[in-house]
């Protein structure tokens, strides 16, 4: 399973739930709770809730409003 956002093969479509303007990606939530979070190998808890869905921060430039939001992971 892989995140197709994460890996390039499609954009991060969500509109702001207050707005409803184009949300812009900040990236995996996982990789926003550390500086060297990206490069860290995945934990097995992590892995294992979450097989099909990937946590992604977006936020809205309109309103500043941070939002998560699931991507369906690709098997």
């Known amino acids: 399973m892989f995140c ?5 093969l499609q954009t991060l479509t969500a509109n702001c ?3 409803r ?4 990606d900040l990236g995996r ?11 860290e190998p995945l934990d097995i808890l992590e892995q294992s809730e979450s097989m099909a869905i ?5 936020f809205c430039l309109n309103c500043e409003q941070s ?3 699931s991507i369906m992971e690709w098997s």
């Open 21 to 24: 303007a184009p949300l812009s």
């Open 4 to 8: 197709p956002v994460c890996n390039g």
């Open 67 to 69: 939002i998560n939001v």
């Open 17 to 19: 739930d207050n707005c």
């Open 54 to 58: 990937c946590n992604h921060m977006a």
């Open 29 to 39: 939530m996982a990789d926003l709770t550390g500086p060297y979070a990206p490069y």
